[in-house]
């Protein structure tokens, strides 16, 4: 009952959430200057895409470390090219078309299993793995958040003691993390897996995993906005950590229109929308439709060759076949 009951509950908070963010955009879209946010455009020099390009590298790079720490938590060997190749097709299918529990699982599935991973082994990878990510990301969040309560106070015209809430909150997630792996205690078993607590070391290297990747996907917006409004990065963190949890929460597919009324919503004036408009497509353009391209074309490369390896087994299977009915 409980189960349904959190289900459903998920459902109206994206539906909220999803429905403010509608309103927000349509508020902000009375005010805006199309002519300006086009104009917008030019003012974005190469050095600063190519700066965005890079963090999205190393953002993408970053995540490859849930998967590779869930191999080494089963206890599994798998080469570190095959992990990232499958985490950057995962990522970038999941971040652009949502619920990764389906994109991003099925592509590991597809991978893993070819590899001859077992399925109950497969299943660990990706329960773990992904659980660790969300763990990870809303812990890193709260503290960055608890780090920015002042200026994302003054930013969002909060009540500092509501800011540092939302950051406790966040922060204490990681914390029942943590004191599993202290703990040892105990395992759980779901469906018929069995996860134990993992070492300390493997939660440590997943949280400043996220820590990371955080600060690499913040500076891929962050420096496409000019000048940055005078807005220092770890003020913009703040904000940015708290309009990407918001697109999560929605369940829209790269939290779109969720991530920009946020946006919107609470960088300070300094900042104009039609600069923050023409930087948010930039970012999405380096950040999300990239890598897309690139995940879609590997993952039609490895259906080629998988296809191709069974084709060549099957016209193996079929001459020994021959042979074996002509010898007799």
């Known amino acids: 009952m409980w189960k349904r009951i959190a289900h459903v509950v998920g459902i109206l908070v994206g539906i ?16 805006l200057e199309y002519d300006a946010v086009v104009a917008q455009f030019d003012q974005l020099s190469m050095s600063s895409i190519l700066l965005a390009v890079g963090c999205t590298v190393g953002a993408y790079l970053t995540l490859s470390i849930y998967d590779s720490t869930a191999f080494r938590y089963i206890g599994r060997q798998m080469r570190f090219a095959r992990i990232l190749l499958v985490s950057f097709i995962s990522y970038a299918f999941s971040h652009n078309l949502g619920f990764g529990a389906v994109t991003g699982n099925s592509v590991r599935y597809r991978f893993f299993s070819q590899w001859k991973v077992p399925l109950v082994d497969i299943a660990k990878v990706v329960v773990f793995g992904g659980t660790a990510y969300v763990l990870g990301i809303v812990t890193i969040a709260g503290l960055l958040i608890l780090w920015n309560a002042d200026a994302l106070a003054l930013a969002t015209q909060l009540p500092v003691s509501s800011a540092y809430l939302i950051g406790v909150g966040a922060a204490l997630v990681g914390s029942v ?3 599993w792996s202290l703990l040892k205690w105990p395992t759980i078993n779901m469906k018929g897996v069995s996860l134990p607590p993992p070492g300390l070391g493997i939660v440590i290297t997943q949280f400043g995993a996220a820590a990371v990747e955080w600060g690499f996907a913040a ?4 420096f496409l906005l000019p000048v940055h409004g005078g807005l220092d990065y770890w003020h913009f963190i703040g904000i940015f950590v708290i309009a990407y949890v918001s697109g999560m929460i929605s369940q829209v597919p790269g939290g779109l229109g969720v991530f920009e009324a946020v946006l919107l919503l609470l960088l300070p004036d300094s900042i104009s929308r039609e600069t923050i408009v023409a930087a948010v497509i930039t970012y999405r353009a380096v950040y999300f439709l990239l890598p897309l391209l690139v995940a879609a074309a590997l993952m039609l490369a490895a259906e080629v060759t998988i296809h191709g390896r069974v084709s060549t087994r099957w016209a193996g299977w079929r001459r020994k076949r021959r042979r074996a009915r002509a010898s007799n």
């Open 16 to 31: 909220g959430v999803s429905g403010a963010a509608v309103w927000v955009l349509w508020k902000q879209a009375q005010i």
């Open 219 to 222: 500076g891929a917006l962050y």
């Open 177 to 179: 993390y943590l004191g």
